[in-house]
T-cell receptor, first 112, second 114 residues
Framework: QKEVEQNSGPLSVPEGAIASLNCTYSDRVSQSFFWYRQYSGKSPELIMSIYSNGDKEDGRFTAQLNKASQYVSLLIRDSQPSDSATYLCAVKGSGGYQKVTFGTGTKLQVIP | DTAVSQTPKYLVTQMGNDKSIKCEQNLGHDTMYWYKQDSKKFLKIMFSYNNKELIINETVPNRFSPKSPDKAHLNLHINSLELGDSAVYFC?????????????FGPGTRLTVL
């Protein structure tokens, strides 16, 4: 079983719609969760971090965490063509210098 | 500009050669990382240093050797390059404290081994 799983996509949504990106993880003691956006040929860019169960909103982005279900998601409201990118879910275990494990990413295409 | 920078951006070399990639951050972070992103876009950690001390050393060939002369610099030296080493190598850094592990990535070095 992969440590961090994401649907590779592509996920296609029309402009203005809500894009929903999902991620599951296997390490039950994971404490920190991140979403990165990576445009083609560019480096990953942190867009959201979440540490507690529930929702965290930042502009058009909402991260949702459910530790009991080992599930984290990212919602993008009013999707724009500029949101078209690969979204990487990343998870860190608890304590000390635990590494961050990345999923393989979901490619999002926003259709004008 | 405050950022993570890497040199070179592109590296094309022959099998068997030795090459180095350099990374510098001026964000004041204590922790730095090397990642490898393969052709399938999977981002895998290789090494991490905290204040010049090696703290993460994943299973990578001994041909890869990181060096951190100070907490703002982390270099990667690769001996006897192989075809399978072709990938994009990203350097990253992260601060201490609550936001530890919120990582900031450099622009990447695309290594092509012929």
């Amino acid at each position: 079983q992969k440590e961090v799983e994401q649907n590779s996509g592509p996920l296609s949504v029309p402009e203005g719609a809500i894009a929903s990106l999902n991620c599951t993880y296997s390490d039950r003691v994971s404490q920190s969760f991140f979403w990165y956006r990576q445009y083609s040929g560019k480096s990953p860019e942190l867009i959201m971090s979440i540490y507690s169960n529930g929702d965290k909103e930042d502009g058009r982005f909402t991260a949702q965490l459910n530790k009991a279900s080992q599930y984290v998601s990212l919602l993008i409201r009013d999707s724009q063509p500029s949101d078209s990118a690969t979204y990487l879910c990343a998870v860190k275990g608890s304590g000390g210098y635990q590494k961050v494990t990345f999923g393989t990413g979901t490619k999002l295409q926003v259709i004008p | 500009d405050t950022a993570v920078s890497q040199t070179p951006k592109y590296l094309v070399t022959q099998m068997g050669n030795d090459k180095s990639i350099k990374c510098e951050q001026n964000l004041g972070h204590d922790t730095m990382y090397w990642y490898k992103q393969d052709s399938k876009k999977f981002l895998k950690i290789m090494f991490s240093y905290n204040n010049k001390e090696l703290i993460i050393n994943e299973t990578v060939p001994n041909r890869f050797s990181p060096k951190s002369p100070d907490k703002a610099h982390l270099n990667l030296h690769i001996n006897s390059l192989e075809l399978g080493d072709s990938a994009v190598y990203f350097c990253a850094s992260s601060p201490t404290g609550y936001s530890y592990n919120e990582q900031f990535f450099g622009p990447g070095t695309r290594l092509t081994v012929l």
